[in-house]
């Protein structure tokens, strides 16, 4: 039964499709008088004062300076759940960047931008490069390579974890195609109670932008729904409207795009909180770490009812 719904519901997710494949030549200006939101969601404390073992704060201040520089908005959310423990420990509650991202894109679509990218950040990731606006970056980088104007987003294959998308650090506009895959991917775990206890996310973009790429690496619940997404979905309305660069990592293992991001989510505990403070220290940002911390102006996220620690738990 199960299966046969998750069908169907696919199959009309797939008769929406819209095809812009075709190439289009790089202009080298392709970003220029974009809006940017740099979003963040943070399920660990951050506290009203420095802690040398909470990266995850460390990064969201490094990050918010990053848009304040360029003038770009900051999302920074928390979200809310019975416990804190409940947030941390359940293997699913990765899954929360997918409702969350979705919330945001349909912000976003209400402010009628001409043109508009949300940057997720994870909060092993920040900025590396502050006197570079992410408009300069981006053109450079689709300088020599074909983007379409209507692309619904950009990532990168993961260098951590190989054969899967990386969902650490990503770009979607805030167009049709963009709207496609969140809602696509938001779908594939509230269609299914098993999907939302499978911290299987990753898997399930990979699966929606790359049909029968993923083994069954979550059980046959997860099988069974990237199976259905992958036919309608994945082959029919975002296949041609996502970019996937090709994986980077730096000496110590890092994922990076460049010199410009870095994403420190391979390396232990100690070594991301030195990645950090070092960041921190360069940008002059260590002294008053305080302050920019209680500016963060963290917002309070209330789960969707489908997500985890909300429902019944799958047995």
Known sequence: MRQAAALFAAAALGAQGLDLRTEVRPTGDRFQGCVFEIAMLEKQPLGTSFNNKAFWAMNAVINKAYADRWGYAFTLATPE????????????????????????MQAANSRNEKCGWIVFMDSTAYFRDHDVPLTKYLDQLFKDQPLHPRTGGIFQWDAKNNGLVSDRIFLLQVNGHGEDLV??????????????FEGAEQGTLTELLFPGKVATRSGQALKLMQVAHAKAVGSERLHGHVTVLSAEADAKGDQCWGSFIQDTSALS?????????????????????????????ARPWQLPPWTPNTGKQHK
Not at 183 to 196: K, L, T, V
Not at 269 to 296: D, V
């Open 81 to 104: 759940a019975h416990s804190q423990r409940a947030l941390t420990k359940r293997p699913a509650s990765s899954w929360y960047r997918v409702p969350f991202l979705h919330e945001r």
């Open 269 to 297: 505990p100690g070594l991301k909180r030195s990645s950090s403070i070092e960041q921190l220290k360069k940008l002059g940002l260590f002294e008053n770490f305080n302050a920019a911390l209680r500016a963060l102006a």
């Open 183 to 196: 809602n696509a991917w938001r779908q594939s775990g509230e269609s299914d109670e098993a999907m939302r």
